[in-house]
């Protein structure tokens, strides 16, 4: 097929296309369309397969047409991006091109065919300012406080729940379960508050009402009316600046019973410690291994966040709507729903599914923005990664998380696991040459719990 083009920039990514078949291509195309239904279509005093091509062009000539029009644009277009192998043109996989202004090009078996295109191309990525880059890095350290924080962990994962004597009352650290509703002023049920068989832990805040402080000290079976304020700037809109009477019956009362700290608890906690000092020493070297990590992380974060204000990248809006829904869906399996479902039940709170997904998830075109700066930084600088590397990076990862090399190549062997391994580290790699590039500071001191509870 004989096909001319002239493409032109559009804002926001997009490109316009302008493409035109030669004459005699169309004609060609619209004489194969007939010669095909001549063979196949059978029409009342005709023999199937001898049916004029006069006659099929007065009974079905304009649908003929149009199947034509859109055989010669598809052909057309895919002749085109064959050819061409510059991401400026290829539309992106989920942008098909769409006619321009919805209009239908003029169709004539005598002259050229020309059409317009418009569609959403691979934004341009270029990274070459690292001027007046900081990257601060925040000085940390695992001590004795957070070994002991997670061996309280450890007991706690291990202690035995047992009921408390009847007539005992609830006290911070119980677990409870209770029965609540929230009442209207007249002292009926408000529609729908009603539950049954709830369970928390008092003193953690986890339930609707945070009624913690106000059933220590109930008993079991008992039932008791709260009337709880709460402060004009509470998280819960729902509560904020309102007075609430709640209905709450205590059913159960636990409490945890937490094991000794001793060489025992390690030895139950795994067969490979002897004593509490060899669960201690592996504690210690995982906080470490997380602590790096992370630091690790925070560094990088703020390294991308620079480049990707100095170096804009205007990103297309497909592109943007595409991470958008794969993230909605993700969401949607970790929350064991359909994303239909999960649409219904964000509206039902109030909450736009935006706002809601850069909660869960961070803001999608900052973290595209950063990902298409990686990408391009590690392909510009022809990154790679080799056996041996591969093969280090797992026994490190076996070090780290004290089990074996085999288990871990295990874990690892599906090849979208171990390509996320080769991805791991060509990115450490880039980042190793990009802290060169870059000044590279101490931060401030900063308190492990805070720097894992500020950088999630």
Not at 27 to 49: D, M, N, T, W
Not at 89 to 95: D, E, K, N, V
Not at 228 to 252: F, P, R, S
Not at 292 to 320: D, F
Request: glycine share 4%.
């Amino acid at each position: 097929m004989k096909v001319t083009k002239e493409v032109s920039k559009l804002e926001n990514s997009a490109v316009k296309l302008t493409a035109t078949v030669a004459k005699e291509d169309v004609a060609a195309g619209y004489s194969k369309c007939i010669a095909k239904y001549a063979k196949s279509v059978q029409l009342p005093g005709f023999r199937k397969g001898h049916v004029p091509a006069k006659i099929l062009e007065q009974k079905y000539g304009e649908s003929l047409k149009q199947e034509v029009l859109a055989d010669l644009i598809d052909e057309c277009l895919n002749q085109i991006y064959a050819e061409e192998e510059s991401k400026d043109i290829r539309p992106l996989p989920y942008a098909q091109p769409r006619l321009e202004n919805d209009k239908l090009p003029e169709f004539s078996t005598e002259k050229d065919l020309t059409f317009t295109v418009v569609y959403d191309v691979f934004p341009t990525v270029e990274v070459k300012d690292f001027s007046k880059i900081e990257v601060k890095e925040p000085q940390c350290e695992v001590g004795e406080k957070e070994v002991n924080e997670e061996l309280k962990a450890v007991q706690e994962r291990n202690a035995m729940v047992i009921d408390k004597k009847d007539g005992d009352p609830v006290e911070k650290d119980n677990i409870v379960t209770i029965d609540y509703s929230e009442l209207n002023d007249d002292g009926s049920v408000v529609e729908g508050s009603k539950r049954e068989g709830f369970v928390f832990t008092v003193g953690t805040a986890e339930n609707i009402y945070k009624i913690d402080d106000e059933i220590i000290g109930m008993k079991k079976d008992e039932t008791k009316e709260i009337t709880k304020t709460y402060a004009a700037d509470d998280a819960n809109e729902d509560l904020a600046g309102k007075t609430k009477k709640i209905c709450v019956t205590v059913k159960a009362i636990k409490v945890r019973n937490l094991p000794a700290l001793d060489d025992e608890l390690a030895q139950d906690v795994n067969e490979k410690y002897k004593t509490l000092d060899d669960l201690k020493k592996d504690i210690t070297k995982g906080l470490e291994a997380n602590l790096k990590r992370k630091i690790a992380e925070v560094k990088s974060q703020s390294l991308l966040e620079q480049l990707v204000e100095k170096n804009p990248i205007v990103l297309p809006a497909s592109m943007v709507a595409a991470e958008k829904e794969n993230r909605w869906q993700m969401m949607a399996q970790q929350f064991r729903t359909t994303p239909e479902q999960l649409d219904k039940m964000v509206a039902a709170s109030g909450q736009s599914k935006d706002t809601m997904l850069e909660q869960m998830t961070g803001n999608a075109e900052k973290m595209l923005k950063s990902r298409l700066i990686v990408d391009t930084l590690i392909r510009e600088k022809n990154i790679a990664v080799t056996p041996e590397e591969v093969e280090a990076e797992y026994a490190k990862m076996a070090e780290e998380s004290g089990v074996s090399v085999d288990e871990i190549k295990k874990y690892y062997s599906e090849p979208r696991a171990k390509e996320y391994i080769i991805d791991s580290i060509k990115e450490n790699k880039l980042f190793d040459e990009l802290y060169k590039q870059v000044k590279v500071t101490k931060g401030d001191k900063v308190e492990f719990a805070e720097l894992f509870k500020n950088n999630q």
